[in-house]
């Protein structure tokens, strides 16, 4: 098996220098920023968003420019948003031209590839660092060959009712959790803000349809590989949504999983951005999931994770007690909360 791209699982000598210009402030549209922020074991020194010049975001300070982030000593620039369609706005590309001439490495998990950019790459060369694509699959990827069955990991998916609601988020305060308490846990990514995160992965959207499962398949063997015994795959879309639910049976079917975390947005009715496009109920979003598993695999949710962001804090606990009476499954909002209740249910199951 040609080995998973990997830059390292534990921290280097990365300093980050996150470009979130415009989007520092969302949760949506700056959520790899805010995900190398909380668990990135490498440190982020200062965050670009010229429109919040000035203020702070968990400690780290906010600058205008690359120059005046140049002070605190980053080596590495990383685009910390995802853009319209996965590519550069021109204002964009003069970001990224000002990091590679200031010396920094250059870090994306868009589908526009900077090391496909010839006056990127001329520059890179000029400058002597590095180009890094997050969301550049391997080139030789396959169909599953039936390993995800044989491997001796117990692997858990998390599974969405909408996208950008926490799917990755929970993979990793799961495995956080595993590992406190000693489990020999490995969180799996499968996209570009967890590649940031964990230093290896594939990003499963930029793979060819027919190769996604294969590709799921190779990352919970790699995950085995380096030494979980228990394995938290990030989870990417949604079955319930009209534009992504691809990835997200490729996922199911290429990783194997036996059980599913079932994430939720407090409080959600419709598919994000698909106003009339009303989302299943929760007992209905459980039977699919269990439906369409693997029949050499049977999966089953063993709980639900709540992101109650939105909520106060009365409220959040009235929402995921109503969410454990309604699907009669342990229901808790990890990041508010903790893990542990959720990880009883995934290891109990």
Same mark, same amino acid.
């Given at each position: 098996m040609t080995p998973v791209s990997d830059t390292g699982t534990k921290a280097s000598q990365k300093r980050y220098l996150i470009l979130a210009e415009g989007r520092s402030g969302d949760p949506h549209y700056g959520k790899t920023a805010r995900g190398i922020l909380r668990y990135a074991p490498d440190p982020t020194v200062a965050i670009l968003d010229s429109t919040r010049a000035g203020e702070s975001y968990e400690g780290v300070p906010v600058v205008a420019t690359v120059e005046e982030g140049l002070p605190y000593g980053p080596t590495t620039a990383v685009v910390g948003v995802a853009t319209q369609g996965g590519r550069f706005p021109p204002a964009w590309r003069e970001l990224l031209k000002q990091s590679i001439a200031a010396g920094l490495d250059l870090e994306s998990g868009l589908h526009e590839f900077v090391g496909e950019d010839a006056e990127l790459v001329e520059l890179a060369r000029e400058h002597g660092v590095e180009l890094r694509d997050l969301r550049k699959p391997p080139p030789d990827l396959n169909v599953p060959t039936g390993e995800n069955l044989q491997i001796a990991a117990r692997i858990v998916l998390t599974v969405g009712s909408d996208c950008a609601i926490g799917k990755k988020t929970v993979a990793l305060e799961l495995d956080l959790e595993a590992r406190r308490r000693g489990l020999a846990s490995v969180f799996v990514p499968t996209g570009?803000?967890?590649?940031?995160?964990?230093?290896?992965?594939? *990003?499963?959207?930029? +793979?060819?349809?027919?190769?996604?499962? &294969?590709? =799921?398949?190779?990352?919970? !063997?790699?995950? /085995?590989?380096?030494?979980?015994?228990?394995?938290?795959?990030?989870?990417?879309?949604?079955?319930?949504?009209? *534009?992504?639910?691809? +990835?997200?049976?490729?996922?199911?079917? &290429?990783? =194997?999983?036996?059980?599913? !975390?079932?994430? /939720?947005?407090?409080?959600?009715?419709?598919v994000e951005g698909y106003p009339g496009y009303p989302l299943p109920t929760l007992t209905q979003l459980i039977e699919v999931h269990e439906r369409i598993a693997l029949p050499l695999r049977p999966a089953r949710v063993a709980c639900l994770a709540l992101n109650t962001a939105e909520l106060d804090e009365d409220e959040a606990r009235a929402a995921i007690a109503q969410t454990a009476e309604e699907t009669g499954l342990p229901a808790e909002d990890p990041v508010r909360f903790g893990a542990g209740t959720l990880l009883e249910a995934v290891l109990g199951d």
């Open positions: 570009q803000t967890g590649i940031a995160i964990a230093g290896w992965g594939i *990003a499963v959207d930029a +793979v060819v349809s027919d190769f996604l499962a &294969g590709a =799921a398949e190779r990352l919970v !063997v790699e995950g /085995h590989r380096r030494g979980g015994e228990l394995l938290f795959v990030e989870g990417q879309g949604s079955l319930a949504h009209p *534009a992504y639910s691809g +990835v997200t049976l490729g996922l199911i079917h &290429g990783s =194997a999983p036996h059980v599913f !975390v079932l994430c /939720h947005n407090a409080g959600a009715t419709e």
